[in-house]
T-cell receptor, first 114, second 113 residues
Protein backbone atom coordinates (compact mmCIF):
# COMPACT_ATOMS: atom_id res chain seq x y z
CA UNK A 1 0.00 0.00 0.00
CA UNK A 2 1.51 3.30 -1.12
CA UNK A 3 -1.38 5.59 -0.24
CA UNK A 4 -1.07 9.13 0.97
CA UNK A 5 -4.38 10.83 1.69
CA UNK A 6 -5.08 14.55 1.72
CA UNK A 7 -8.06 16.58 2.86
CA UNK A 8 -9.83 18.62 1.72
CA UNK A 9 -9.71 17.95 -2.00
CA UNK A 10 -10.71 21.54 -2.78
CA UNK A 11 -10.51 24.68 -0.65
CA UNK A 12 -11.60 28.23 -1.37
CA UNK A 13 -10.56 30.87 1.13
CA UNK A 14 -10.43 34.62 1.49
CA UNK A 15 -7.24 36.48 2.26
CA UNK A 16 -8.21 36.96 5.90
CA UNK A 17 -9.19 33.34 6.56
CA UNK A 18 -7.31 30.70 8.52
CA UNK A 19 -7.51 27.16 7.21
CA UNK A 20 -5.55 23.93 7.43
CA UNK A 21 -4.60 21.22 4.98
CA UNK A 22 -4.22 17.69 6.28
CA UNK A 23 -2.13 14.76 5.09
CA UNK A 24 -1.95 11.20 6.37
CA UNK A 25 0.10 8.12 5.55
CA UNK A 26 0.18 4.68 7.16
CA UNK A 27 3.19 3.24 5.39
CA UNK A 28 5.51 3.77 8.35
CA UNK A 29 7.41 6.41 6.42
CA UNK A 30 9.58 8.72 8.51
CA UNK A 31 9.82 11.58 6.04
CA UNK A 32 6.94 13.76 4.93
CA UNK A 33 6.90 16.68 2.52
CA UNK A 34 4.78 19.61 1.42
CA UNK A 35 4.99 20.73 -2.19
CA UNK A 36 3.24 23.47 -4.15
CA UNK A 37 2.44 22.97 -7.81
CA UNK A 38 1.29 25.57 -10.29
CA UNK A 39 -0.33 24.61 -13.59
CA UNK A 40 2.07 23.13 -16.16
CA UNK A 41 5.01 23.34 -13.74
CA UNK A 42 6.79 20.66 -11.71
CA UNK A 43 6.20 20.49 -7.95
CA UNK A 44 8.15 22.97 -5.79
CA UNK A 45 9.37 21.76 -2.44
CA UNK A 46 8.15 23.77 0.56
CA UNK A 47 8.91 21.76 3.71
CA UNK A 48 10.46 18.47 4.75
CA UNK A 49 9.83 16.67 8.03
CA UNK A 50 12.17 13.90 9.09
CA UNK A 51 11.25 11.88 12.17
CA UNK A 52 8.60 14.49 13.00
CA UNK A 53 11.09 17.33 13.03
CA UNK A 54 11.20 20.11 10.47
CA UNK A 55 14.42 19.65 8.57
CA UNK A 56 13.93 21.77 5.47
CA UNK A 57 12.08 25.05 4.97
CA UNK A 58 12.60 26.27 1.44
CA UNK A 59 12.29 29.96 2.33
CA UNK A 60 8.53 29.68 2.49
CA UNK A 61 6.62 32.77 3.71
CA UNK A 62 5.43 32.61 7.31
CA UNK A 63 1.79 32.65 6.20
CA UNK A 64 2.38 28.92 5.61
CA UNK A 65 2.98 27.05 8.86
CA UNK A 66 3.63 23.30 8.85
CA UNK A 67 2.99 20.96 11.73
CA UNK A 68 3.72 17.27 12.25
CA UNK A 69 1.61 16.02 15.19
CA UNK A 70 2.88 12.45 14.82
CA UNK A 71 4.68 10.20 12.38
CA UNK A 72 1.55 9.61 10.27
CA UNK A 73 0.13 13.11 10.09
CA UNK A 74 1.22 16.34 8.50
CA UNK A 75 -0.68 19.61 8.54
CA UNK A 76 -0.21 22.87 6.70
CA UNK A 77 -1.79 25.87 8.42
CA UNK A 78 -2.70 28.76 6.17
CA UNK A 79 -3.24 32.36 7.23
CA UNK A 80 -3.48 35.65 5.37
CA UNK A 81 -2.75 34.07 2.01
CA UNK A 82 -2.50 35.98 -1.24
CA UNK A 83 -4.25 35.20 -4.54
CA UNK A 84 -0.89 34.12 -6.00
CA UNK A 85 -0.81 31.32 -3.41
CA UNK A 86 -3.61 29.59 -5.34
CA UNK A 87 -2.16 26.26 -6.46
CA UNK A 88 -2.29 22.50 -5.99
CA UNK A 89 -0.73 21.61 -2.64
CA UNK A 90 0.79 18.16 -2.54
CA UNK A 91 1.86 16.04 0.36
CA UNK A 92 4.37 13.24 -0.10
CA UNK A 93 6.11 10.70 2.09
CA UNK A 94 9.14 8.46 1.83
CA UNK A 95 10.79 5.79 3.95
CA UNK A 96 13.56 8.13 4.98
CA UNK A 97 14.47 11.67 3.95
CA UNK A 98 17.25 10.74 1.63
CA UNK A 99 18.28 10.82 -1.98
CA UNK A 100 17.27 7.29 -3.01
CA UNK A 101 13.96 6.84 -1.23
CA UNK A 102 10.98 7.09 -3.52
CA UNK A 103 8.52 9.80 -2.61
CA UNK A 104 4.85 8.86 -2.84
CA UNK A 105 2.40 11.68 -3.40
CA UNK A 106 -1.14 12.28 -2.26
CA UNK A 107 -3.88 13.48 -4.60
CA UNK A 108 -3.40 17.11 -3.57
CA UNK A 109 -5.59 19.94 -2.31
CA UNK A 110 -6.66 22.46 -4.93
CA UNK A 111 -6.48 25.81 -3.12
CA UNK A 112 -8.08 28.98 -4.44
CA UNK A 113 -7.44 32.25 -2.62
CA UNK A 114 -9.92 35.02 -3.41
CA UNK B 1 20.26 26.62 -14.32
CA UNK B 2 18.04 23.67 -15.20
CA UNK B 3 19.76 20.55 -13.97
CA UNK B 4 17.08 18.23 -15.35
CA UNK B 5 15.69 18.92 -18.79
CA UNK B 6 12.79 17.46 -20.68
CA UNK B 7 13.08 19.18 -24.02
CA UNK B 8 9.85 17.93 -25.55
CA UNK B 9 6.83 19.73 -24.06
CA UNK B 10 4.52 17.26 -25.76
CA UNK B 11 4.53 13.96 -27.64
CA UNK B 12 1.79 12.31 -29.66
CA UNK B 13 1.85 8.52 -30.20
CA UNK B 14 -0.50 6.06 -31.83
CA UNK B 15 -2.18 3.57 -29.51
CA UNK B 16 -0.31 0.28 -29.49
CA UNK B 17 3.00 1.82 -30.55
CA UNK B 18 6.03 2.63 -28.42
CA UNK B 19 6.22 5.93 -26.52
CA UNK B 20 9.72 7.21 -25.77
CA UNK B 21 10.12 10.09 -23.35
CA UNK B 22 13.52 11.65 -22.92
CA UNK B 23 15.30 13.41 -20.09
CA UNK B 24 18.77 14.97 -19.90
CA UNK B 25 20.65 16.06 -16.84
CA UNK B 26 23.75 18.10 -16.12
CA UNK B 27 24.70 17.18 -12.55
CA UNK B 28 27.04 14.17 -12.54
CA UNK B 29 26.35 13.72 -8.82
CA UNK B 30 22.80 12.51 -9.46
CA UNK B 31 22.59 8.86 -8.52
CA UNK B 32 18.88 8.14 -8.52
CA UNK B 33 16.32 8.89 -11.18
CA UNK B 34 12.56 8.58 -11.13
CA UNK B 35 9.65 8.95 -13.52
CA UNK B 36 6.29 10.19 -12.33
CA UNK B 37 3.03 10.34 -14.23
CA UNK B 38 0.53 13.09 -13.53
CA UNK B 39 -3.09 13.57 -14.50
CA UNK B 40 -4.58 17.09 -14.27
CA UNK B 41 -5.48 18.20 -10.72
CA UNK B 42 -4.02 15.01 -9.21
CA UNK B 43 -0.79 14.23 -7.42
CA UNK B 44 2.11 12.65 -9.33
CA UNK B 45 2.09 8.87 -9.40
CA UNK B 46 5.42 7.08 -9.11
CA UNK B 47 6.10 4.92 -12.16
CA UNK B 48 9.62 3.58 -12.15
CA UNK B 49 13.08 4.45 -10.93
CA UNK B 50 16.67 3.59 -11.69
CA UNK B 51 19.86 3.80 -9.71
CA UNK B 52 23.02 5.07 -11.35
CA UNK B 53 24.66 1.66 -10.93
CA UNK B 54 22.22 0.23 -13.49
CA UNK B 55 21.57 1.06 -17.11
CA UNK B 56 18.12 -0.47 -17.42
CA UNK B 57 15.12 -1.16 -15.22
CA UNK B 58 11.91 -2.77 -16.39
CA UNK B 59 8.45 -2.97 -14.84
CA UNK B 60 5.71 -4.35 -17.04
CA UNK B 61 5.13 -2.02 -19.97
CA UNK B 62 7.58 0.53 -18.61
CA UNK B 63 11.35 0.46 -19.12
CA UNK B 64 13.80 3.14 -18.12
CA UNK B 65 17.23 3.34 -19.75
CA UNK B 66 20.14 5.30 -18.29
CA UNK B 67 23.16 6.42 -20.28
CA UNK B 68 25.50 7.96 -17.73
CA UNK B 69 28.16 9.00 -20.22
CA UNK B 70 25.57 11.00 -22.15
CA UNK B 71 23.75 12.10 -18.98
CA UNK B 72 20.54 10.92 -20.58
CA UNK B 73 17.66 8.75 -19.57
CA UNK B 74 14.57 7.63 -21.37
CA UNK B 75 11.25 6.04 -20.50
CA UNK B 76 9.81 3.52 -22.94
CA UNK B 77 6.14 2.55 -22.78
CA UNK B 78 5.19 -0.48 -24.84
CA UNK B 79 2.47 -0.84 -25.97
CA UNK B 80 1.02 2.62 -25.42
CA UNK B 81 -2.54 2.71 -24.13
CA UNK B 82 -5.11 5.55 -23.96
CA UNK B 83 -4.76 5.68 -20.15
CA UNK B 84 -1.11 6.58 -20.61
CA UNK B 85 -2.12 10.05 -21.76
CA UNK B 86 -0.76 12.30 -19.01
CA UNK B 87 2.17 14.56 -18.16
CA UNK B 88 5.37 12.66 -17.40
CA UNK B 89 7.98 14.16 -15.09
CA UNK B 90 11.56 13.04 -14.84
CA UNK B 91 13.20 13.69 -11.46
CA UNK B 92 16.68 13.14 -10.09
CA UNK B 93 18.40 13.21 -6.75
CA UNK B 94 21.88 12.90 -5.30
CA UNK B 95 22.80 11.38 -1.95
CA UNK B 96 23.69 14.84 -0.77
CA UNK B 97 20.79 16.61 -2.49
CA UNK B 98 19.37 17.86 0.78
CA UNK B 99 16.28 15.68 0.30
CA UNK B 100 15.30 17.47 -2.86
CA UNK B 101 14.04 15.91 -6.02
CA UNK B 102 15.18 17.98 -8.98
CA UNK B 103 12.37 17.93 -11.52
CA UNK B 104 12.20 18.31 -15.26
CA UNK B 105 9.52 20.53 -16.77
CA UNK B 106 7.41 17.57 -17.87
CA UNK B 107 6.32 16.10 -21.21
CA UNK B 108 2.66 15.80 -22.09
CA UNK B 109 2.03 12.43 -23.72
CA UNK B 110 -1.04 12.09 -25.92
CA UNK B 111 -2.04 8.62 -27.06
CA UNK B 112 -4.12 8.72 -30.24
CA UNK B 113 -6.71 5.98 -30.87
Amino acid sequence: DTEVTQTPKHLVMGMTNKKSLKCEQHMGHRAMYWYKQKAKKPPELMFVYSYEKLSINESVPSRFSPECPNSSLLNLHLHALQPEDSALYLCASSQEAGGTDTQYFGPGTRLTVL
Amino acid sequence: DQQVKQNSPSLSVQEGRISILNCDYTNSMFDYFLWYKKYPAEGPTFLISISSIKDKNEDGRFTVFLNKSAKHLSLHIVPSQPGDSAVYFCAASAWDSNYQLIWGAGTKLIIKP
